[in-house]
């Protein structure tokens, strides 16, 4: 029993699970993403900017009819927002969204990273563009 409690309250292997679990996260991403772009079905690129709190998505379909559309807040042109950008600002840290025809650009709260928040963003991108 007390080796079993050592096992696992050992730092070092905590953290190779944590890493582990990142790695099976982005390996799944990628995967999801190829099978997506490989079927034609559709596709989502990401592009960092010099500004390190925005990080834009180049999708395949059409996110609005409009030249842009800035939501800087959840409660801004409620008639305007859609249910992509509503689950978009559920995503904790999430600052800003503005969408283009073919493209979703995020802006994070500094406090985040964007690998904490890319693949929920991805995520409901590819949920909502591709029902």
């Known amino acids: 029993m007390q080796f079993l409690k050592q096992f696992f309250t050992n730092?070092?292997?905590?953290?190779?699970?944590?890493?582990?679990?990142?790695?099976?996260?982005?390996?799944?991403?990628?995967?999801?993403l190829r099978y997506a772009n490989r079927n034609s079905e559709f596709q989502l690129k990401h592009e960092y900017h010099?500004?390190?709190?925005?990080?834009?998505?180049?999708?395949?379909a059409a996110v609005t009819e409009r030249a842009i559309l800035t939501f800087e807040s959840p409660d801004q042109q409620p008639r305007e927002m859609t249910p992509m950008v509503r689950a978009l600002f559920n995503i904790r840290g999430v600052a800003e969204v503005v969408l283009q025809p073919y493209v979703v650009r995020?802006?994070?709260?500094?406090?985040f990273s964007w690998q904490e928040i890319l693949p929920s963003v991805e995520k409901v991108v590819l949920e909502h563009l591709t029902a």
């Not at 730092?11 to 999801?32: D, E, S, Y």
């Not at 010099?50 to 395949?60: A, G, K, R």
């Open 50 to 60: 010099l500004n390190p709190e925005i990080c834009t998505l180049h999708v395949s």
């Open 106 to 111: 995020i802006k994070k709260a500094r406090v």
């Open 11 to 32: 730092l070092p292997f905590r953290m190779a699970v944590g890493r582990f679990g990142i790695w099976l996260t982005k390996v799944g991403r990628a995967l999801q």
